[in-house]
């Protein structure tokens, strides 16, 4: 268990600093594209469209993708430590996951949603009570839409849930999770604005919806490496998550890894 320094918390807390950059590029792309297309006629102008869209698409679908707005995806350290990330709570799972966490002497960083910890507000003071850190997961977690949000319904779901948070735990989330990790072009507007810094992963194990605890165990760990953030799911249907994680630290314990939370940046508003 460790606390990271200020200095290498200030490096990876990472804002993005110009989000409208690349909305200018993506609309410069399609002005690009329409002259393709008016000079040399569809057969050139049809791929330049294709090939644009499909970046995006791509960017927008693939939750490491970085093009569209930048993401921490493992910190940078040789030593055995990992950073557990905890989605979608809080949930009835919140209290045996911080049992278990203490009893493992392991802190972790739980990405939260606004509505359900306005509707559990004792389980969000628990989680900080407890020594642990919060970040904003979203106030509703649109699943299925929030890769297709606009910008102003975005800034609904990143800047409620920064204000619910708020409210509910007296602490302003520093850290965002997208949901299903899907990140449009118009994340990076709200995350600028609310001075938060995404958060990927670089081990997983499908625990939201994968309800056989080996599988995702065996898919965990084979990713887990030095500097490794384990993205965790709590409160899913299937059950198993309080389990995954028993076992998880289990594995942890016996691999001589150590759980580290990194600082939040001392600028913060
Ligand atoms: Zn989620």
Not at 198 to 203: I, Q
Request: charged share 20%; aromatic share 8%.
């Amino acid at each position: 268990m460790a606390s990271w320094g200020m200095t290498r918390a200030r490096t990876l807390h990472r804002v993005p600093r110009r989000p409208g950059l690349i909305l200018g590029l993506l609309a410069l792309s399609q002005v690009a594209v329409v002259a393709l297309w008016w000079r040399w006629g569809w057969r050139i102008g049809l791929p330049a469209m294709l090939l644009t869209h499909l970046t995006v698409v791509w960017a927008t679908l693939y939750p490491r993708a970085t093009l569209l707005c930048p993401a921490l995806s493992r910190l940078p350290t040789a030593r055995r430590e990992v950073w557990l990330t905890i989605d979608d709570g809080p949930s009835a799972d919140t209290g045996p996951i911080l049992d278990l966490l203490e009893r493992h002497d392991a802190r972790a960083t739980f990405f939260l949603v606004g509505e359900r910890a306005v509707a559990q507000p004792e389980r969000v003071r628990d989680i900080l009570r407890r020594g642990h850190g919060i970040g904003n997961h979203s106030a509703s977690h649109p699943d299925t839409r929030f890769w297709r949000l606009g910008p102003a319904a975005m800034e609904d779901e990143i800047g409620r849930n920064q204000s619910l948070l708020t409210v509910v735990s007296g602490q302003t989330p520093r850290w965002f999770r997208s949901v299903v990790g899907m990140t449009n072009p118009f994340v990076g507007l709200s995350l600028k604005r609310h001075r938060l810094a995404r958060v990927a992963w670089s081990a997983r194990g499908f625990d939201g919806v994968d309800c056989d605890p080996d599988q995702v165990l065996a898919r965990l760990t084979r990713d887990i490496a030095p500097g490794a953030i384990v993205l965790l799911h709590e409160g899913a249907a299937h059950g198993h998550n309080v389990e995954i994680l028993a076992r998880l630290l289990e594995w942890l314990a016996r691999e001589g890894y150590a759980t580290v939370v990194p600082s939040e940046p001392a600028d913060s508003p």
